[in-house]
């Protein structure tokens, strides 16, 4: 059984496509078993329910794009030596990563544990919703080493062409998921804390299922038990590669905390109304995610193998089909966004507050088109301090003032606050742009000079 791709040969758009369809099922399945604890707890619990929930996932959500970013250091390490014909190495850097990830999984489960109530505080969560909050950020943290090692399994796989196992992995959590959704909170009552139980649960046994799957798998390498360990070259070689993308990512997730906690100190249904519409951003950001990640495990085969025009060829079709697919998509977020909302609550009052935001968002998934596509395409040139680079600036220099610009305005909306989103995409476009025209400009230097 051999699920891995060579992309340094055949057509591009068809084995891109080929690969990101996996890639976007899983991000599918991965988003709805994040949104079904909303949707459940929506529909079975209380208003301070799902604005705890929307506070804690938010918070989980942040601390699990850092965890992804630190795993783009061995999906491009491993895709790089894939594509250079180094199958040893390969084997090294995946059995390194391995405790490399066992050891930060058990750093970040400690500080969520230990400072819970401090989180908490931090992110303004509403005195309705504060205990609610507290719960589930306490019980996903216990779960945060289910968390790393899952994304670690899907780092090497992707690295090695394979986006199918991971799809799997992914179903089966999500099935036990919403059977869990369903026991804790809509027969046992549990509410938020019911909901952090099914996720760290559905966490563990995928985590289980994928160790199974890879007993059965056969791979281009040889994989010896000795190869986990501690190496310190390797190890700091992955770092370099995946601390930007972490780094850019926790600053990012938290210009996004910052959002929530501003409309934390509106009220409960504001709270709520932007916990359901981040959750279906979930959803209508998926076909660019998917584009992402499969362009950087692309783009890294194709230039482990020196075949730099090929890579630039994938990002050109990647950001065509990504579009075409956004225009769809935040069309009809845009219009019709309180029917998205309506999955995930009962209530007309966060459904409307919802539908505001979204429409925001709606104008996003153009813009993320494009600039998902760089990211990826970036991340697998090597060039992460770059997409570190941008993303912080996005955040921090577009994002968060215009939020904190928009919230005092009068007679705001939930809507001129969400446009902080796409007013930063737009920047961090142009930057990506800027920066590709440097980087043909040095390369025709280089071409003229030999």
Do not use: W
């Amino acid at each position: 059984m051999n699920d891995v791709k060579n992309f340094t040969s055949g057509g591009v758009l068809g084995s891109l496509i080929k690969f990101a369809v996996p890639v976007l099922a899983a991000l599918f399945l991965q988003s709805l078993y994040g949104g079904v604890d909303l949707l459940i707890v929506g529909q079975f619990a209380e208003t301070a329910d799902v604005s705890g929930v929307a506070t804690g996932s938010l918070l989980m959500q942040t601390i699990t794009m850092v965890i992804t970013g630190l795993s783009m250091g061995i999906t491009i390490y491993v895709g790089q030596k894939i594509g250079e014909k180094n199958n040893e190495e390969a084997g090294k850097a995946i059995g390194s990563g391995i405790v490399l990830f066992v050891l930060i999984s058990i750093l970040f489960s400690a500080v969520l544990v230990v400072f819970t109530k401090n989180l908490a505080n931090m992110l303004h969560a509403p005195v309705e919703a504060y205990a609610q909050t507290c719960k589930y950020i306490m019980v996903c943290g216990f779960g945060t080493v289910f968390i790393g090692l899952y994304n670690l399994l899907g780092a090497v796989f992707r690295g090695l062409g394979d986006s199918k196992t991971p799809l799997f992995t992914v179903f089966m959590a999500c099935v036990f998921n919403i059977f869990g959704d369903l026991l804790f909170v809509a027969v046992f009552k549990f509410g938020s804390m019911g909901a952090a139980l099914a996720t760290v649960i559905a966490q563990a046994v995928s985590v289980c299922i994928s160790m199974m799957v890879i007993a059965k798998k056969t791979f281009p390498f040889t994989f010896k038990k000795e190869y986990v360990r501690f190496d310190k070259r390797i190890i700091i070689r992955e770092l370099k590669l995946g601390t930007p993308i972490a780094l850019q990512e926790l600053l990012v997730g938290i210009s996004f905390l910052v959002i929530q906690t501003v409309v934390n100190s509106i009220d409960v249904v504001a709270s709520a109304g932007v916990g359901v519409a981040e959750k279906v951003c979930g959803f209508i950001m998926l076909v660019p995610s998917a584009f992402s990640q499969s362009i950087s495990a692309f783009v890294a085969q194709n230039i482990g193998a020196g075949l730099k025009d090929r890579a630039k060829k994938a990002l050109k079709y990647g950001i065509i089909t990504s579009f075409c697919a956004g225009v769809v998509i935040g069309s009809f977020t845009f219009f019709k966004g309180d029917l998205l909302a309506n999955i995930f609550t009962k209530d007309a009052e966060v459904i409307v507050q919802a539908h505001e935001y979204l429409k925001a968002y709606a104008i996003d998934t153009l813009l993320t088109a494009v600039l998902f596509c760089y990211i990826g395409y970036y991340n697998g040139c090597g060039n992460t301090f770059f997409v570190m680079l941008q993303g912080i600036l996005g955040a921090f220099c577009v994002r968060v003032p215009v939020v904190f610009l928009m919230s005092n305005l009068p007679d705001t909306t939930l809507f001129h606050i969400g446009l902080a989103t796409p007013a930063s995409s737009l920047f961090q476009i142009a930057l990506c742009v800027i920066f590709m025209l440097y980087i043909n400009r040095l390369e025709k230097k280089s071409l003229q000079f030999y």
